[in-house]
């Protein structure tokens, strides 16, 4: 079992900037791919970005594309997530969790909200 630590959420003008961070009660290297999800209200959960354990490999989502930088350092058992050029569609509750997810592995989210 691992439980996961998200933080760095806020309240931003749009153009801005935020980096999130997530911490992992132990080693994620296991993991292998870890992501960072969100979910606006009325939406489902989708995933933003992903990162492969040796940090070989990202992918993003295409509205995020240019704007958005997901890292991880598997010493100190985190990721990083971050968030240039913010919109006011990028507001939302972001998560992140292994990927594909693990539903016992949910934590509670960091806030974002873009204001126009």
């Known amino acids: 079992q691992v439980q996961l630590v998200e933080s760095g959420g806020g309240l931003v003008q749009a153009g801005g900037s935020l980096r999130l961070s997530c911490l992992a009660s132990?080693?994620?290297?296991?993991?292998?791919?870890m992501g960072w999800y969100r979910q606006a209200p009325g939406k489902q959960r989708e995933l933003v970005a992903s990162?492969?354990?040796?940090?070989?490999?990202?992918n993003y989502a295409d509205s995020v594309k240019g704007r958005f930088t997901i890292s991880r350092d598997n010493a100190n058992n985190t990721v990083y997530l971050q968030m240039n050029s913010l919109k006011p569609e990028d507001t939302a509750v972001y998560y992140c969790?292994?990927?594909?997810?693990?539903?016992?592995?949910w934590g509670q989210g960091t806030q974002v909200t873009v204001s126009s």
């Open positions: 990162i492969t354990s040796r940090s070989r490999g990202t």
């Open positions: 132990r080693s994620i290297f296991s993991f292998n791919t």
């Open positions: 969790n292994r990927w594909p997810p693990q539903n016992d592995y």
